[in-house]
């Protein structure tokens, strides 16, 4: 599904540079389901953000879906983003000015849809996650969990073939943290792949494999 | 996608109400002021009967004579009108008018003070004036010096409180008159027709006006469109080869045919004949406008820019889930443009207020100062301009945010 | 922590740029204001030189196309118009004049003496200009029939002029060039601001009208002192009573303080529409400011924590946000000042006292800062009221 091929990442402030990644090499294959483990500041967001193309690598190369990523050009870049990868973050990121439902239209405005054809997709999204009677709150108005399953929703309503979810369940408590992560499992099962991002081993027990870092390389 | 950044504009609006309320308020007042202005312009300049045919009339509105050693700038004469204004090619009718000036009259034993003005029978033809009841005077009125006048709607209520005014007579500065007709009232800022009341010139108390050749006078033309040119040019050119009376002190006069326009861009920048500047005051308003628009600007500009950057977490999600820079820009011009818009449609609406304050108040006589179409897509071109300006420098800055950073909710 | 706060500023340079533009765009339309009405209020205190009440203009028309000539029988019908008047009971004193105060135009001149020289409006009026308008000598006397034999033509001068042209030198009694002939002066006037109390006036020369010759320009305004308390209703009968001393002639009648009413509303009005204007833009400002500050202050929550955790107290939080806020307009508003005090070095302006400028500037930088700090009262309120620790936390 995505292949890192000796990729590092480096970053720039002022005169001093950081290495966040070095020498990354890491095949994901269709329908697996990965958990990303290391300490805080090992560089598992940067790995995230490189398979998402949220950023691009300093050196080597991102091949997803079989396709080198030779783009830089923002364009191709959102495109790409659109069609294939859903995001789920630590601190949900839902947007506080829209709805639960306007929130899980997002990922479907940027592609030609009519309006209808979006708001049947985002709310069928949101009955997967159990939401259906909220579409109309606002963010503020939810829970931590409800509004991670929204964000959730969001991420699986463009129905992308790789799912990236950095400490989706960080914010929670165990309850919630394990509902979310049945969400995930049971869209893996459906075919979906996933990366996942955390620091708590039980959560990293649900994948079919650990990768580990540390200092930015990869040690497992 | 138009549909849904519409969408999405209006639902952002309505959640940050504090923000749309401070940017509406200035679009608002920013409009309010531009449109009063646009409307004060068009209430001088732009064809409103009964300075119907505007496009059709040129006039000489100010003229004087040159010497060796002196040189006097005033309006036309009577006689120079007379003279050289006969037979202009391209020309229909030539109509004169005297500026007009206040005088008094004791009609009930207390005084009225009304704008008198000396117009010919030819008057009635160039301009358009709308009768109530009556109507003009006429070239042989003039001719034969009758006593007659011509009342504006508000005189006619001032001194006859009952009713019709024609066949009546009306005292003015001593002088007894017979009203032949009654005419709407003509805004104050018109200054061409502008007057409460118009008597044939030759019932002037003095003909000494018959001897002046730099006088009181505006000469109106009423020209076939056609040939307005070839009419300034022969005119120019007799203008060119008169010969004042009186050689020793004055050797040639100066003057020409202008538009209202023209004439008072000259007015401002070229009072003693250097060359019609018609571009020059055009430029003036365009650059008041925008040393006016300077504040409001900058100040839309920072409330967006808060506006958006605000949100750079939704920059963020946004950019994560696909959404490219361009996309990004649009979404944000297009909430800006709405602002404007409506801001912009709140303004005109107040104006509309401000200006039917403005003509009950009396401050400019019988001011009709509406928000005709004209003045309506001024105001509508001044919101849409002034969106886009406050709108597209922060969209540029919010689409250089990088999706990580913007993420994390740290804006450079 | 001044340099600690200038060097955060510094950092933010492009975010605050824009605000720090907004702050001296508002400083100089604040200023212009100011220093507009300021000059109306120094200008009103000042003395007139003058009394308009219970005077009279008569606004006398020959209709002749031209004022330029007279003839003697022009000034012989001015002469029996002003007796005329005069022998009414309400009328109790007469004089003619070129000019009545209150009205545009008027005729200037230049005078020379020694090598000075010194423009000035010249007012042509009969010797009893003085007893109607109630001038104020300061020193000689008013022209009249004492001048009657003098082959030199008195005039009357304020003392705005006589300290332009002598400086120090008693001016009494002094010829001196106007044009091309020698006058000679017999008085000084403190004061004669003939556009009103608004305007600050300048310098002034009365020449005399004696109507005894044909050559002279016979007065166009009669201005007539009434009794107290004469009302309008008068008004025609005084035209009835002079109209037929002098036919063909077109009179109108005026109280001047009719005249100064609606001369001080216009030049009240570029004022009046100027303050509104301002004030719009300012309440604009404020609201875009309290915007843009809010967000600011939103923004940077964390880093307020922060500081909170390293100790410092929810005041000196509030404090130090509010410092910054006023580097901020201080290092705004300093270009703005150094243009502005540039006006009174350009002379752009005549006699624009740098006082005034002074005066505006202080004003300007009241108003500027009142609103800057108002506007940041609140949101810093806001921002410092988060407990450390979810100051911290918030994302």
């Given at each position: 599904?995505?292949?890192?091929?000796d990729?590092?990442?480096?970053?720039?402030?002022?005169?001093?540079?950081?290495r966040?990644?070095?020498?990354?090499?890491?095949?994901?294959?269709?329908?697996?389901?990965?958990?990303?483990?290391?300490?805080?500041g090992?560089?598992?967001?940067?790995?995230?953000?490189l398979?998402?193309?949220?950023?691009?690598?300093?050196?080597?190369?991102?091949?997803?879906?079989?396709?080198?990523?030779?783009t830089?050009?923002?364009?191709?870049?959102?495109?790409?983003?659109?069609?294939?990868?859903?995001?789920?973050?630590?601190?949900?990121?839902?947007?506080?000015?829209?709805?639960?439902?306007?929130?899980?239209e997002?990922?479907?405005?940027?592609?030609?849809?009519?309006?209808?054809?979006?708001?049947?997709?985002?709310?069928?999204?949101?009955?997967?996650?159990?939401?259906?009677?909220?579409?109309?709150?606002?963010?503020?108005?939810?829970?931590?969990?409800?509004?991670?399953?929204?964000?959730?929703?969001r991420?699986?309503?463009g129905?992308?073939?790789?799912?990236?979810?950095?400490?989706?369940?960080?914010?929670?408590?165990?309850?919630?943290?394990?509902?979310?992560?049945?969400?995930?499992?049971?869209?893996?099962?459906?075919?979906?792949?996933?990366?996942?991002?955390?620091?708590?081993?039980?959560?990293?027990?649900?994948?079919?494999?650990?990768?580990?870092?540390?200092?930015?390389?990869?040690?497992? | 996608?138009?549909?849904?950044?519409?969408?999405?504009?209006?639902?952002?609006?309505?959640?940050?109400k504090?923000?749309?309320?401070?940017?509406?308020?200035?679009?608002?007042?920013?409009?309010?002021v531009?449109?009063?202005?646009?409307?004060?312009?068009?209430?001088?300049?732009?064809?409103?009967?009964?300075?119907?045919?505007?496009?059709?009339?040129?006039?000489?509105?100010?003229?004087?004579?040159?010497?060796?050693?002196?040189?006097?700038?005033?309006?036309?004469?009577?006689?120079?009108?007379?003279?050289?204004?006969?037979?202009?090619?391209?020309?229909?009718?030539?109509?004169?008018?005297?500026?007009?000036?206040?005088?008094?009259?004791?009609?009930?034993?207390?005084?009225l003070?009304?704008?008198?003005k000396?117009?010919?029978?030819?008057?009635?033809?160039?301009?358009?004036?709308?009768?109530?009841?009556?109507?003009?005077?006429?070239?042989?009125?003039?001719?034969?010096?009758?006593?007659?006048?011509?009342?504006?709607?508000?005189?006619?209520?001032r001194?006859?409180?009952?009713?019709?005014?024609?066949?009546?007579?009306?005292?003015?500065?001593?002088?007894r008159?017979?009203?032949?007709?009654?005419?709407?009232?003509?805004?104050?800022?018109?200054?061409?027709?502008?007057?409460?009341?118009?008597?044939?010139?030759?019932?002037?108390?003095?003909?000494?006006?018959?001897?002046?050749?730099?006088?009181?006078?505006?000469?109106?033309?009423?020209?076939?469109?056609?040939?307005?040119?070839?009419?300034?040019r022969?005119?120019?050119?007799r203008?060119?080869?008169?010969?004042?009376?009186?050689?020793?002190?004055f050797?040639?006069?100066?003057?020409?045919?202008?538009?209202?326009?023209?004439?008072?861009?000259?007015?401002?920048?070229?009072?003693?004949?250097?060359?019609?500047?018609?571009?020059?005051?055009?430029?003036?308003?365009?650059?008041?406008?925008?040393?006016?628009?300077?504040?409001?600007?900058?100040?839309?500009?920072?409330?967006?820019?808060?506006?958006?950057?605000?949100?750079?977490?939704?920059?963020?999600?946004?950019?994560?889930?696909?959404?490219?820079?361009?996309?990004?820009?649009?979404?944000?011009?297009?909430?800006?443009?709405?602002?404007?818009?409506?801001?912009?449609?709140?303004?005109?609406?107040?104006?509309?207020?401000?200006?039917?304050?403005?003509?009950?108040?009396?401050?400019?006589?019988?001011?009709?100062?509406?928000?005709?179409?004209?003045?309506?897509?001024?105001?509508?071109?001044?919101?849409?301009?002034?969106?886009?300006?406050?709108?597209?420098?922060?969209?540029?800055?919010?689409?250089?945010?990088?999706?990580?950073?913007?993420?994390?909710?740290?804006?450079q | 922590?001044?340099?600690?706060?200038?060097?955060l500023?510094?950092?933010?340079?492009?975010?605050?740029?824009?605000?720090?533009?907004?702050?001296?765009?508002?400083?100089?339309?604040?200023?212009?204001?100011?220093?507009?009405?300021?000059?109306?209020?120094?200008?009103?205190?000042?003395?007139?030189?003058?009394?308009?009440?219970?005077?009279w203009?008569?606004?006398?028309?020959?209709?002749?196309?031209?004022?330029?000539?007279?003839?003697?029988e022009?000034?012989?019908?001015?002469?029996?118009?002003?007796?005329?008047?005069?022998?009414?009971?309400?009328?109790?004193?007469?004089?003619?004049?070129?000019?009545?105060?209150?009205?545009?135009?008027?005729?200037?001149?230049?005078?020379?003496?020694?090598?000075?020289?010194?423009?000035?409006?010249?007012?042509?009026?009969?010797?009893?200009?003085?007893?109607?308008?109630?001038?104020?000598?300061?020193?000689?006397?008013?022209?009249?029939?004492?001048?009657?034999?003098s082959?030199?033509?008195?005039?009357?001068?304020?003392?705005?002029?006589?300290?332009?042209?002598?400086?120090?030198?008693?001016?009494?009694?002094?010829?001196?060039?106007?044009?091309?002939?020698?006058?000679?002066?017999?008085?000084?006037?403190?004061?004669?601001?003939?556009?009103?109390?608004?305007?600050s006036?300048?310098?002034?020369?009365?020449?005399?009208?004696?109507?005894?010759?044909?050559?002279?320009?016979?007065?166009?305004?009669?201005?007539?002192?009434?009794?107290?308390?004469?009302?309008?209703?008068?008004?025609?009968?005084?035209?009835?009573?002079?109209?037929?001393?002098?036919?063909g002639?077109?009179?109108?009648?005026?109280?001047?303080?009719?005249?100064?009413?609606?001369?001080?509303r216009?030049?009240?009005?570029?004022?009046?529409?100027?303050?509104?204007?301002?004030?719009?833009?300012?309440?604009?400002?404020?609201?875009?400011?309290?915007?843009?500050?809010?967000?600011?202050?939103?923004r940077?929550?964390?880093?307020?924590?922060?500081?909170?955790?390293?100790?410092?107290?929810?005041?000196?939080?509030?404090?130090?946000?509010?410092?910054?806020?006023?580097?901020?307009?201080?290092?705004?508003?300093?270009?703005?000042?150094?243009?502005?005090?540039?006006?009174?070095?350009?002379?752009?302006?005549?006699?624009?006292?740098?006082?005034?400028?002074?005066?505006?500037?202080?004003?300007?930088?009241?108003v500027?800062?009142?609103?800057?700090?108002?506007?940041?009262?609140?949101?810093?309120?806001?921002?410092?009221?988060?407990?450390?620790?979810?100051?911290?936390?918030?994302?």
């Amino acid at each position: 599904m995505i292949r890192l091929e000796d990729v590092s990442k480096n970053y720039r402030t002022d005169r001093i540079e950081t290495r966040a990644l070095d020498g990354i090499q890491l095949t994901v294959e269709r329908g697996e389901f990965v958990a990303v483990m290391g300490p805080s500041g090992c560089g598992k967001t940067t790995l995230l953000n490189l398979m998402g193309l949220l950023d691009v690598p300093s050196a080597g190369r991102v091949v997803l879906d079989g396709q080198p990523v030779a783009t830089r050009r923002d364009r191709e870049l959102s495109r790409l983003r659109n069609e294939k990868v859903g995001f789920i973050f630590q601190s949900f990121h839902l947007v506080p000015d829209l709805t639960v439902l306007d929130n899980v239209e997002i990922p479907l405005l940027y592609r030609r849809l009519a309006s209808r054809e979006r708001r049947r997709l985002a709310l069928a999204a949101l009955d997967r996650v159990g939401l259906s009677s909220r579409v109309h709150h606002f963010p503020t108005q939810l829970s931590g969990g409800q509004q991670q399953r929204v964000a959730v929703a969001r991420a699986f309503v463009g129905r992308p073939q790789l799912l990236l979810a950095d400490e989706p369940t960080g914010n929670l408590d165990s309850t919630m943290g394990e509902e979310i992560l049945g969400l995930l499992a049971a869209a893996n099962t459906a075919g979906t792949t996933v990366v996942m991002v955390t620091h708590d081993t039980r959560m990293a027990q649900h994948a079919h494999r650990v990768v580990r870092l540390f200092d930015g390389r990869q040690v497992q | 996608m138009l549909h849904s950044y519409l969408k999405l504009a209006w639902k952002v609006l309505l959640r940050r109400k504090f923000f749309t309320f401070a940017s509406l308020f200035g679009v608002a007042f920013t409009l309010l002021v531009l449109t009063v202005a646009a409307a004060l312009l068009d209430d001088v300049f732009a064809p409103h009967p009964p300075e119907t045919r505007m496009a059709r009339t040129l006039g000489l509105y100010g003229m004087g004579m040159t010497g060796p050693e002196s040189s006097r700038t005033s309006f036309a004469g009577w006689p120079f009108v007379k003279r050289y204004m006969r037979d202009l090619p391209g020309a229909e009718k030539v109509a004169l008018l005297q500026l007009q000036h206040e005088v008094d009259s004791y009609p009930h034993g207390q005084k009225l003070t009304s704008y008198l003005k000396r117009t010919d029978g030819a008057f009635w033809q160039v301009l358009d004036f709308h009768f109530l009841e009556g109507q003009p005077f006429t070239e042989d009125d003039e001719r034969q010096a009758r006593r007659v006048a011509v009342i504006n709607e508000t005189t006619r209520s001032r001194f006859f409180s009952n009713g019709h005014a024609v066949g009546r007579t009306i005292e003015m500065d001593g002088q007894r008159f017979r009203v032949v007709g009654v005419v709407e009232d003509v805004p104050f800022l018109r200054v061409v027709p502008f007057a409460d009341v118009w008597v044939p010139i030759s019932t002037a108390r003095s003909d000494s006006y018959k001897r002046e050749y730099v006088g009181d006078f505006f000469a109106l033309v009423l020209a076939d469109p056609a040939r307005m040119d070839e009419l300034r040019r022969e005119f120019a050119a007799r203008v060119a080869a008169a010969r004042p009376p009186d050689p020793h002190t004055f050797t040639r006069f100066y003057g020409g045919l202008e538009s209202l326009f023209e004439f008072v861009s000259r007015l401002i920048f070229a009072p003693h004949f250097e060359e019609a500047h018609t571009g020059s005051l055009l430029g003036v308003l365009a650059g008041l406008a925008l040393l006016f628009m300077l504040l409001p600007a900058i100040n839309l500009v920072n409330l967006n820019l808060s506006r958006i950057l605000e949100r750079t977490g939704e920059i963020g999600v946004r950019k994560a889930f696909g959404a490219s820079s361009w996309t990004l820009v649009g979404q944000f011009v297009v909430e800006s443009l709405v602002l404007s818009l409506l801001g912009g449609a709140l303004g005109v609406l107040l104006s509309g207020i401000v200006l039917w304050a403005l003509n009950g108040s009396g401050l400019i006589p019988y001011a009709q100062l509406t928000l005709n179409p004209r003045v309506f897509l001024w105001g509508l071109a001044f919101s849409a301009a002034f969106g886009l300006l406050s709108g597209v420098y922060p969209a540029w800055r919010m689409s250089r945010l990088h999706p990580v950073e913007a993420l994390r909710g740290r804006p450079q | 922590m001044i340099r600690h706060l200038l060097k955060l500023v510094w950092h933010r340079k492009r975010s605050t740029g824009l605000l720090m533009l907004e702050i001296a765009v508002s400083f100089l339309v604040v200023f212009a204001v100011a220093l507009f009405a300021l000059r109306c209020v120094a200008n009103w205190r000042r003395p007139l030189g003058f009394q308009w009440q219970d005077v009279w203009v008569v606004n006398v028309d020959t209709n002749a196309s031209t004022d330029d000539e007279g003839t003697a029988e022009d000034v012989a019908r001015t002469r029996q118009l002003l007796a005329e008047a005069r022998s009414l009971p309400p009328v109790v004193a007469t004089a003619g004049a070129l000019i009545a105060p209150y009205q545009i135009g008027g005729s200037y001149g230049v005078l020379n003496y020694q090598n000075r020289s010194a423009r000035m409006s010249v007012i042509e009026a009969t010797d009893d200009f003085a007893s109607v308008a109630r001038l104020h000598l300061v020193a000689g006397r008013f022209f009249g029939r004492a001048d009657d034999g003098s082959n030199v033509p008195p005039v009357v001068i304020n003392q705005r002029l006589a300290r332009a042209l002598f400086e120090g030198v008693d001016p009494l009694g002094k010829v001196i060039g106007h044009g091309q002939r020698p006058v000679r002066v017999v008085g000084v006037i403190d004061e004669f601001r003939q556009f009103g109390e608004l305007l600050s006036g300048g310098n002034v020369l009365f020449e005399r009208i004696t109507l005894a010759n044909a050559d002279e320009r016979p007065p166009r305004r009669l201005m007539l002192r009434m009794a107290p308390g004469t009302t309008a209703a008068y008004e025609p009968e005084l035209v009835r009573r002079l109209a037929p001393v002098a036919p063909g002639w077109s009179l109108s009648v005026q109280p001047l303080a009719a005249m100064r009413h609606s001369q001080l509303r216009l030049q009240m009005a570029p004022l009046v529409v100027g303050g509104v204007v301002a004030g719009f833009l300012l309440l604009m400002v404020a609201l875009g400011l309290l915007g843009v500050l809010w967000q600011n202050v939103t923004r940077r929550t964390r880093e307020l924590g922060l500081r909170r955790a390293a100790g410092a107290s929810r005041a000196a939080v509030h404090r130090q946000v509010m410092l910054e806020l006023v580097l901020v307009t201080s290092l705004a508003v300093v270009p703005a000042l150094l243009l502005v005090v540039q006006l009174p070095l350009l002379s752009l302006f005549e006699d624009l006292e740098p006082l005034l400028v002074v005066a505006a500037a202080a004003t300007a930088l009241v108003v500027v800062f009142a609103l800057t700090v108002s506007c940041g009262l609140y949101p810093s309120r806001v921002a410092t009221r988060l407990a450390p620790a979810d100051a911290l936390r918030w994302e």
